[in-house]
């Protein structure tokens, strides 16, 4: 019996679109065989020492055009112009395995923050355009790509979903003040409201007051834009998609010269209440997975941040001699 996320996934991956778009020019094929064997869908076969599209289905992955020496495949289903990148160059190039800098990847891994102290200067529209382009190079569940990116580009836009978010949280915590109503609902078994009040009211109505009294933004921390990571209906893993493109944008933020922060609360937000989509035009069917605050940091580090011990174990089923 599947669980009812498992059966939405289920039907997700059926709806996805798999038609076949891929074209085969014979007369540059050299026969290497190479499209085919890192196809995932097995589109393509070979006949009389040509590649040729004998699949009915297709991720549109287009592994087979970049892997072809000869320049003889085209998927047709690939915008050719994305990723396209308006603030810095980039190769072209595949890097091979193991043909990075390893030491420098880390570096930016480990430098990476979350930062809680921007400046005021506006990000200019091109970065974040390039932000978005970056995130979409991740993997997709299926190859789905059902990710959208909503972006609030200056601190006016910003503020609008601040208030809004504050006051979807001014009205939780009026909820969860009322002890009759958290017993109440501990009774039939929901205990979230209660959960949040021991573990969150305080330091939201903290928030809250801060902002009323002194303008202080607890929520964004003064970032000066932010971009809404989200998905459209029918992809197969949309919240990790999702996810793995915001770890993209998070890195390359840093690499450009810009800070970021997560905002769980954000989301956490809009899941409950769908008001807070409609206020900055995101369509009622799309699901926000994350909120990225951005902005020109103002706040520099000595060292790495050090993380807990991981838990790590191996499976090894080689048999003792
Ligand atoms: C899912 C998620 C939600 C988060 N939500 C918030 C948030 O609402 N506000 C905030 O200031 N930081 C938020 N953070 C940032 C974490 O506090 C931060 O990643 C953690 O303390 C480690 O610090 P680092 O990101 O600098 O390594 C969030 C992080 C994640 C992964
Ligand atoms: S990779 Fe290119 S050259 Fe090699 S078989 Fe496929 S289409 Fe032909």
Redesign the pocket.
């Known amino acids: 019996m599947y669980g009812s996320a498992q059966a939405t996934a289920q039907i997700n991956a059926m709806m996805i679109n798999r038609n076949v778009t891929t074209s085969?020019?014979s007369e540059?094929?050299?026969?290497?065989?190479?499209?085919?064997s890192v196809c995932p869908s097995e589109t393509?076969s070979?006949k009389n020492n040509?590649?040729v599209v004998t699949g009915n289905r297709s991720l549109s992955c287009g592994h087979?055009e970049a892997?072809?020496?000869?320049?003889?495949?085209r998927v047709n289903g690939i915008d050719t112009n994305n990723p396209f990148f308006q603030s810095f160059m980039v190769s072209d190039q595949w890097i091979p395995f193991g043909d990075f800098n390893i030491s420098e990847l880390v570096g930016l891994i480990r430098s990476r923050r979350s930062c809680r102290n921007y400046t005021r200067e506006h990000v200019k529209h091109e970065l974040l355009e390039d932000l978005v382009n970056v995130g979409i190079c991740a993997p997709s569940g299926t190859n789905s790509q059902k990710w959208t990116f909503t972006i609030l580009p200056d601190r006016d836009s910003v503020m609008v979903a601040a208030k809004k978010i504050l006051e979807f949280f001014r009205n939780l915590n009026r909820m969860a003040e009322s002890l009759f109503f958290r017993k109440a609902l501990k009774l039939i078994g929901k205990n979230s409201l209660d959960v949040y009040y021991q573990g969150y009211y305080k330091s939201v109505k903290k928030g809250i007051e801060q902002y009323e009294k002194y303008g202080k933004d607890v929520l964004f921390h003064g970032a000066t834009a932010a971009i809404f990571v989200g998905s459209k209906p029918g992809g197969s893993c949309p919240s990790e998609d999702a996810l793995l493109a915001t770890q993209n944008i998070l890195l390359a933020s840093h690499a450009m010269g810009l800070g970021s922060c997560l905002i769980g609360f954000v989301v956490e937000a809009i899941r409950h209440d769908s008001s807070i989509k409609q206020s900055l035009n995101i369509p009622r069917d799309e699901s926000i997975h994350s909120v990225i605050a951005l902005g020109y940091p103002d706040e520099k580090y000595q060292t790495f941040c050090k993380r807990k011990k991981p838990v790590i174990r191996f499976f090894n089923n080689r048999k003792k001699e």
Not at 67 to 73: D, I, L
């Open positions: 085969i020019d540059k094929c050299i026969g290497c065989g190479l499209c085919i393509l070979m040509k590649a087979c892997v072809c020496p000869a320049g003889a495949v």
